[in-house]
């Protein structure tokens, strides 16, 4: 028997310059790997010329450049302004831009709600106190955390994903009047939604796989490996000497 084919928009910011280059091999990746069985369009919100955008077969939505962290804690501001023509769609999913699709995606991901990737770096080891805002003042505020959600690959059915944006967009919002951002921006706000309306399809760290240190301390996290599925890249702009110190501490305290 024919499965049925749904209508899938894949959405994702591409802001500011250095960000660019992340867009060809990201698309292309998924267009290769990203739920192959039903009808996939790309829309991409993004500063990069017209004729660039174009070359990409997306559907460009032109956005002015801001400073991180704006890019990402306005994401839903952003998908929001053209929630007519999402709604057309069966599914929504958002995936970061400087990300990979390295293996075939298919209809696990599709379930009746939201769709949410487990944080690799907290995977299956709550003890190392995952990073929820922990500020009563924001409306992203956790008590006690039960899961630790990543932000870079997230999605589900429209409806749910649309509501689920509204309601973040309107907390983030109530910040913005408390001279207030969460901890983690609009990852925070996501883990405080998910509180409240757990997903339908909890996916593992394989869906949001790093791109090193896998033996040496991921592994050790995870007491396991995964067959990954998107993998995140290191950003070279964001290398530092103190970022490779950092890591290092990191690595030291297993």
């Given at each position: 028997?024919?499965?049925?084919?749904?209508?899938i928009?894949?959405?994702?910011?591409?802001?500011?310059?250095?960000?660019?280059?992340?867009?060809?091999?990201?698309l292309?990746?998924?267009?290769?790997?990203?739920?192959?069985?039903?009808?996939?369009?790309?829309?991409?919100?993004?500063?990069?010329?017209?004729?660039?955008?174009?070359?990409?077969?997306?559907v460009?939505?032109?956005?002015?450049?801001?400073?991180?962290?704006?890019?990402?804690?306005?994401?839903?501001?952003?998908?929001?302004?053209?929630?007519?023509?999402?709604?057309?769609?069966?599914?929504?999913?958002?995936?970061?831009?400087?990300?990979?699709?390295?293996?075939?995606?298919?209809?696990?991901?599709?379930g009746?709600?939201?769709?949410?990737?487990d944080?690799?770096?907290?995977?299956?080891?709550?003890?190392?106190?995952f990073?929820?805002?922990?500020?009563?003042?924001?409306?992203?505020?956790?008590?006690?955390?039960?899961?630790?959600?990543?932000?870079?690959?997230?999605?589900?059915?429209?409806?749910?994903?649309?509501?689920?944006?509204?309601?973040?967009?309107?907390?983030?919002?109530k910040?913005?009047?408390?001279?207030?951002?969460?901890?983690?921006?609009?990852?925070?706000?996501?883990?405080?939604?998910l509180?409240?309306?757990?997903?339908?399809?909890?996916?593992?760290?394989?869906?949001?796989?790093?791109?090193?240190?896998?033996?040496?301390?991921?592994?050790?996290?995870?007491?396991?490996?995964?067959?990954?599925?998107?993998?995140?890249?290191?950003?070279?702009?964001?290398?530092?000497?103190?970022?490779?110190?950092?890591?290092?501490?990191?690595?030291?305290?297993?």
């Amino acid at each position: 028997m024919r499965k049925e084919k749904y209508k899938i928009a894949l959405i994702g910011i591409c802001l500011n310059q250095h960000y660019w280059e992340y867009a060809t091999p990201m698309l292309e990746s998924a267009r290769r790997f990203f739920l192959t069985d039903h009808d996939v369009s790309y829309f991409l919100w993004s500063d990069m010329p017209e004729e660039t955008a174009e070359r990409l077969g997306v559907v460009h939505i032109p956005t002015e450049p801001i400073f991180w962290p704006m890019p990402t804690l306005m994401r839903y501001h952003l998908f929001l302004k053209e929630e007519e023509r999402l709604k057309e769609f069966d599914y929504i999913f958002y995936c970061d831009v400087d990300m990979l699709f390295v293996s075939k995606i298919g209809d696990e991901i599709l379930g009746d709600g939201l769709t949410a990737a487990d944080h690799p770096m907290y995977a299956l080891r709550p003890e190392l106190h995952f990073p929820v805002e922990k500020n009563p003042l924001s409306t992203a505020y956790i008590k006690i955390p039960e899961h630790y959600y990543a932000g870079g690959f997230q999605g589900g059915k429209s409806k749910d994903f649309i509501k689920a944006m509204k309601a973040i967009k309107k907390n983030i919002d109530k910040d913005f009047t408390k001279n207030y951002m969460a901890r983690w921006n609009d990852e925070s706000h996501w883990n405080r939604y998910l509180l409240d309306n757990p997903p339908a399809v909890n996916l593992s760290a394989a869906y949001v796989y790093p791109d090193s240190l896998i033996d040496d301390y991921y592994i050790k996290i995870w007491g396991k490996n995964y067959e990954p599925k998107i993998i995140t890249l290191t950003k070279k702009f964001s290398l530092s000497k103190e970022g490779g110190a950092a890591v290092q501490r990191f690595r030291e305290t297993f």
